[in-house]
T-cell receptor, first 115, second 114 residues
Framework: GAGVSQSPSNKVTEKGKDVELRCDPI?????LYWYRQSLGQGLEFLIY????????KSGLPSDRFSAERTGGSVSTLTIQRTQQEDSAVYLC?????????????FGDGTRLSIL | AQSVSQHNHHVILSEAASLELGCNYS??????LFWYVQYPGQHLQLLLK??????LVKGIKGFEAEFIKSKFSFNLRKPSVQWSDTAEYFC????????????FGGGTRLMVKP
């Protein structure tokens, strides 16, 4: 079956511009996660959605970052007024439920480069 | 600070050599433990996981890991590596009292020489 789908696969933009990254989770998965993978910081958690509950935003690095999940499926991560330190691979993952033992399935990521 | 540590950043082995990658975490309480692998140009894939029960966990592709609670460790092992095991390996932890997010180690790049 289809895995987690992310788009675009690559995004190059100028400093100060806003970007939107999209994640389409595996069908039927109620939990969705965003992570960031960068050279200096490794893999870092950003935000977590589970069903209709309020998202866990504890990993968002600044108020320039926000995310939405519409209809319990597709999610969009938005970065406003991008900075060079935002350059990273943004990974989305989904899991069947919110239970901690459920493994997370990752997408291929969006490689974001800020000029 | 609480963290997940992978002390080997780069490992180079010849085919058929045995592999052990270290993973230590510094959290108290109950944890769930995972190893993920990222092959070149591919997404992260789950190798194995531990939640409870037998501390020796077997995963895909001949990998296994042992949870040693007293040492806060979850080392990954494979008795005989293949060239196709060349990849980056990540240990990850989620804690039962701290949300569902995974905290990852810094990763270990494994190169297997044919």
């Amino acid at each position: 079956g289809a895995g987690v789908s992310q788009s675009p696969s690559n995004k190059v933009t100028e400093k100060g511009k806003d970007v939107e990254l999209r994640c389409d989770p595996i069908s039927g998965h109620t939990a969705l996660y965003w992570y960031r993978q960068s050279l200096g910081q490794g893999l870092e958690f950003l935000i977590y959605f589970q069903g209709n509950s309020a998202p866990d935003k504890s990993g968002l690095p600044s108020d320039r970052f926000s995310a939405e999940r519409t209809g319990g499926s597709v999610s969009t991560l938005t970065i406003q007024r991008t900075q060079q330190e935002d350059s990273a691979v943004y990974l989305c993952a989904s899991s069947l439920g919110g239970e901690r033992h459920q493994p997370q399935h990752f997408g291929d990521g969006t490689r974001l480069s800020i000029l | 600070a609480q963290s997940v540590s992978q002390h080997n950043h780069h490992v180079i082995l010849s085919e058929a050599a045995s592999l052990e990658l270290g993973c230590n975490y510094s959290y108290g309480g109950t944890v769930n433990l995972f190893w993920y692998v990222q092959y070149p140009g591919q997404h992260l894939q789950l190798l194995l996981k531990y939640f409870s029960g037998d501390p020796l966990v077997k995963g895909i592709k001949g990998f296994e890991a042992e949870f040693i609670k007293s040492k806060f460790s979850f080392n990954l092992r494979k008795p005989s590596v293949q060239w196709s095991d060349t990849a980056e390996y990540f240990c990850a932890v989620n804690r039962n009292n701290a949300g569902n997010m995974l905290t990852f180690g810094g990763g270990t790049r494994l190169m297997v020489k044919p």
